[in-house]
Protein backbone atom coordinates (compact mmCIF):
# COMPACT_ATOMS: atom_id res chain seq x y z
CA UNK A 1 0.00 0.00 0.00
CA UNK A 2 1.38 2.94 -0.89
CA UNK A 3 -1.26 5.72 1.06
CA UNK A 4 -0.63 6.78 4.77
CA UNK A 5 -2.60 8.47 6.88
CA UNK A 6 -1.53 10.22 10.11
CA UNK A 7 -3.91 10.87 12.68
CA UNK A 8 -3.60 13.58 15.23
CA UNK A 9 -5.71 14.57 18.19
CA UNK A 10 -7.91 17.93 18.26
CA UNK A 11 -6.42 21.11 19.50
CA UNK A 12 -7.69 22.13 22.69
CA UNK A 13 -10.99 23.76 22.07
CA UNK A 14 -12.18 21.33 19.53
CA UNK A 15 -14.14 18.69 20.95
CA UNK A 16 -13.95 15.25 20.17
CA UNK A 17 -17.08 14.04 20.41
CA UNK A 18 -15.15 10.42 20.52
CA UNK A 19 -16.43 7.24 19.52
CA UNK A 20 -19.14 6.45 17.94
CA UNK A 21 -16.34 4.46 16.26
CA UNK A 22 -13.33 3.32 16.59
CA UNK A 23 -10.70 3.68 13.84
CA UNK A 24 -8.18 1.56 14.41
CA UNK A 25 -5.01 3.67 13.65
CA UNK A 26 -2.77 0.81 14.76
CA UNK A 27 -4.04 -1.61 12.44
CA UNK A 28 -4.02 0.41 9.08
CA UNK A 29 -2.15 -1.55 6.72
CA UNK A 30 0.90 0.31 7.48
CA UNK A 31 0.88 2.98 10.73
CA UNK A 32 4.29 3.37 11.51
CA UNK A 33 6.08 6.77 11.84
CA UNK A 34 8.86 7.77 9.70
CA UNK A 35 11.91 5.98 10.21
CA UNK A 36 14.21 9.14 10.44
CA UNK A 37 14.21 12.92 9.43
CA UNK A 38 14.41 14.15 6.31
CA UNK A 39 14.98 18.17 5.50
CA UNK A 40 12.76 19.05 3.06
CA UNK A 41 10.82 23.02 3.46
CA UNK A 42 7.28 22.08 4.79
CA UNK A 43 6.20 25.04 2.07
CA UNK A 44 7.59 23.22 -0.98
CA UNK A 45 6.03 20.16 0.26
CA UNK A 46 2.75 21.61 1.54
CA UNK A 47 2.32 23.50 -2.27
CA UNK A 48 0.03 21.17 -3.92
CA UNK A 49 -1.78 20.04 -0.23
CA UNK A 50 -5.34 19.61 -0.99
CA UNK A 51 -7.64 20.87 2.36
CA UNK A 52 -10.81 19.28 2.39
CA UNK A 53 -13.12 20.74 5.29
CA UNK A 54 -14.95 17.70 6.63
CA UNK A 55 -17.70 18.31 9.16
CA UNK A 56 -17.67 14.99 10.89
CA UNK A 57 -14.26 14.45 11.45
CA UNK A 58 -12.80 14.38 15.03
CA UNK A 59 -9.13 15.23 14.36
CA UNK A 60 -6.86 17.11 11.96
CA UNK A 61 -5.58 14.05 9.36
CA UNK A 62 -2.81 14.29 6.66
CA UNK A 63 -2.74 11.76 4.38
CA UNK A 64 -0.30 11.37 1.41
CA UNK A 65 -2.16 9.66 -1.90
CA UNK A 66 -0.31 7.30 -4.22
CA UNK A 67 -0.26 10.10 -6.30
CA UNK A 68 1.51 12.00 -4.21
CA UNK A 69 -0.78 14.42 -3.89
CA UNK A 70 -0.82 15.31 0.10
CA UNK A 71 -4.64 15.75 1.59
CA UNK A 72 -5.50 17.89 4.58
CA UNK A 73 -9.03 17.14 6.52
CA UNK A 74 -10.01 19.87 8.53
CA UNK A 75 -12.28 18.84 11.09
CA UNK A 76 -15.65 19.89 12.77
CA UNK A 77 -14.76 24.02 14.16
CA UNK A 78 -11.01 23.25 13.23
CA UNK A 79 -9.34 25.95 10.37
CA UNK A 80 -7.19 26.17 7.66
CA UNK A 81 -4.72 27.66 9.93
CA UNK A 82 -4.33 25.20 12.54
CA UNK A 83 -4.56 22.62 9.20
CA UNK A 84 -1.57 24.12 8.25
CA UNK A 85 0.05 24.01 11.38
CA UNK A 86 -0.55 20.80 11.87
CA UNK A 87 0.83 19.44 7.91
CA UNK A 88 3.76 21.59 9.12
CA UNK A 89 4.46 19.49 11.83
CA UNK A 90 4.16 16.76 10.08
CA UNK A 91 6.74 17.53 7.48
CA UNK A 92 9.06 15.05 8.25
CA UNK A 93 6.29 12.45 8.05
CA UNK A 94 4.97 13.42 4.80
CA UNK A 95 8.40 13.72 3.16
CA UNK A 96 8.56 10.19 3.62
CA UNK A 97 5.74 9.22 2.79
CA UNK A 98 5.66 11.50 -0.87
CA UNK A 99 9.27 9.45 -1.31
CA UNK A 100 7.73 6.37 -0.41
CA UNK A 101 4.76 6.71 -3.03
CA UNK A 102 7.05 8.02 -5.75
CA UNK A 103 8.88 4.80 -5.16
CA UNK A 104 5.70 2.40 -5.35
CA UNK A 105 4.79 4.27 -8.30
CA UNK A 106 7.36 3.22 -10.19
CA UNK A 107 8.10 -0.53 -8.54
CA UNK A 108 6.30 -2.94 -10.76
CA UNK A 109 3.08 -4.39 -9.91
CA UNK A 110 2.24 -7.48 -9.25
CA UNK A 111 -1.54 -7.87 -10.59
CA UNK A 112 -4.10 -10.57 -9.27
CA UNK A 113 -5.98 -11.89 -12.25
CA UNK A 114 -9.75 -10.37 -11.67
CA UNK A 115 -11.01 -13.81 -11.19
CA UNK A 116 -8.55 -14.97 -8.24
CA UNK A 117 -9.76 -11.54 -6.61
CA UNK A 118 -13.19 -12.54 -7.07
CA UNK A 119 -12.70 -15.45 -5.63
CA UNK A 120 -10.80 -14.33 -2.57
CA UNK A 121 -13.58 -12.14 -2.12
CA UNK A 122 -16.05 -14.28 -2.17
CA UNK A 123 -14.46 -16.50 0.47
CA UNK A 124 -13.92 -13.56 2.62
CA UNK A 125 -17.58 -12.92 2.58
CA UNK A 126 -18.95 -16.71 3.43
CA UNK A 127 -15.14 -17.19 5.99
CA UNK A 128 -14.95 -14.03 7.83
CA UNK A 129 -18.37 -13.41 9.78
CA UNK A 130 -18.42 -16.77 10.26
CA UNK A 131 -14.91 -16.51 11.89
CA UNK A 132 -16.05 -13.57 13.67
CA UNK A 133 -19.56 -14.73 14.75
CA UNK A 134 -17.32 -17.56 16.54
CA UNK A 135 -15.52 -15.42 18.39
CA UNK A 136 -18.03 -13.53 19.32
CA UNK A 137 -19.46 -16.21 20.84
CA UNK A 138 -16.01 -17.57 22.41
CA UNK A 139 -15.58 -14.05 24.18
CA UNK A 140 -19.30 -13.34 24.85
CA UNK A 141 -19.80 -9.93 22.96
CA UNK A 142 -22.72 -8.95 20.76
CA UNK A 143 -22.41 -8.19 17.47
CA UNK A 144 -24.91 -6.82 15.54
CA UNK A 145 -23.92 -6.66 11.80
CA UNK A 146 -20.73 -7.70 9.86
CA UNK A 147 -19.91 -6.24 6.88
CA UNK A 148 -17.05 -7.31 4.55
CA UNK A 149 -15.07 -4.06 2.57
CA UNK A 150 -12.80 -3.07 0.35
CA UNK A 151 -11.76 -0.31 2.62
CA UNK A 152 -8.24 0.69 1.40
CA UNK A 153 -7.29 1.96 5.12
CA UNK A 154 -8.36 -0.41 7.52
CA UNK A 155 -8.49 -3.77 8.13
CA UNK A 156 -11.59 -3.21 10.64
CA UNK A 157 -13.85 -0.93 12.40
CA UNK A 158 -16.21 -1.25 14.78
CA UNK A 159 -19.62 0.99 15.75
CA UNK A 160 -21.12 1.72 19.10
CA UNK A 161 -24.02 -0.42 18.14
CA UNK A 162 -22.05 -3.21 17.24
CA UNK A 163 -21.85 -3.49 13.32
CA UNK A 164 -18.39 -4.84 12.58
CA UNK A 165 -16.80 -3.86 8.98
CA UNK A 166 -14.17 -6.33 7.97
CA UNK A 167 -11.39 -5.72 5.02
CA UNK A 168 -11.66 -9.37 2.73
CA UNK A 169 -7.64 -8.88 2.28
CA UNK A 170 -7.75 -10.03 6.06
CA UNK A 171 -8.55 -13.85 4.23
CA UNK A 172 -5.10 -13.66 2.79
CA UNK A 173 -3.43 -13.33 6.08
CA UNK A 174 -2.41 -16.62 8.27
CA UNK A 175 -5.03 -17.82 10.53
CA UNK A 176 -3.69 -16.07 13.95
CA UNK A 177 -3.00 -12.63 11.96
CA UNK A 178 -6.52 -12.36 11.29
CA UNK A 179 -7.87 -13.92 14.67
CA UNK A 180 -6.06 -10.84 15.91
CA UNK A 181 -7.59 -8.54 14.03
CA UNK A 182 -11.28 -9.58 14.42
CA UNK A 183 -10.71 -10.10 18.34
CA UNK A 184 -9.13 -6.60 18.24
CA UNK A 185 -12.72 -5.13 16.99
CA UNK A 186 -14.78 -7.74 19.19
CA UNK A 187 -12.97 -6.04 22.16
CA UNK A 188 -14.18 -2.29 20.85
CA UNK A 189 -17.25 -3.66 21.88
CA UNK A 190 -15.93 -3.52 25.64
CA UNK A 191 -13.91 -0.36 25.19
CA UNK A 192 -14.06 2.05 22.16
CA UNK A 193 -10.75 3.27 22.66
CA UNK A 194 -7.43 2.29 22.60
CA UNK A 195 -6.98 2.14 26.13
CA UNK A 196 -4.65 0.27 28.22
CA UNK A 197 -8.00 -1.05 29.51
CA UNK A 198 -8.81 -1.97 25.90
CA UNK A 199 -5.65 -3.22 25.46
CA UNK A 200 -5.97 -5.76 28.50
CA UNK A 201 -9.07 -7.10 26.83
CA UNK A 202 -7.30 -7.61 23.89
CA UNK A 203 -4.46 -9.42 25.80
CA UNK A 204 -6.29 -11.69 27.23
CA UNK A 205 -8.48 -12.86 24.41
CA UNK A 206 -5.09 -13.07 21.93
CA UNK A 207 -1.92 -14.04 23.91
CA UNK A 208 -0.09 -13.00 20.75
CA UNK A 209 -1.37 -10.10 19.75
CA UNK A 210 2.21 -7.96 19.82
CA UNK A 211 3.14 -10.61 17.06
CA UNK A 212 0.24 -10.09 15.17
CA UNK A 213 0.97 -6.63 14.68
CA UNK A 214 4.33 -6.81 14.03
CA UNK A 215 3.14 -8.93 11.25
CA UNK A 216 0.69 -6.59 10.69
CA UNK A 217 3.37 -3.69 10.45
CA UNK A 218 5.84 -5.78 8.47
CA UNK A 219 3.61 -7.10 5.31
CA UNK A 220 1.14 -4.86 5.33
CA UNK A 221 -1.58 -6.04 2.55
CA UNK A 222 -0.79 -9.71 -0.10
CA UNK A 223 -3.08 -8.64 -2.57
CA UNK A 224 -2.38 -5.24 -3.38
CA UNK A 225 -5.54 -3.21 -3.71
CA UNK A 226 -8.49 -3.62 -6.75
ZN1 LIG B 1 -9.02 -0.36 17.33
Redesign the pocket.
Known amino acids: MTQQRFVFEPSPGIQDPSAGR??????LPDPRPPSGPVKTPASSLLKSAVFVRNPRARRYVVRVRADGVVRVTIPNRGSKRQAILFAEQQRDWIATELARAERERARPREVLAPEVLEALRLQAKRDLPARLLELAAEFSVMVSRVTIRNQRWRW???SRAGHISLNWRLITMPDWVRDYVLI??L??LRRM??SPV?WKHVAAACPNYEEARAWLRKFKTVPPPA
Open positions: SDCPEIGSCHEMHDHF
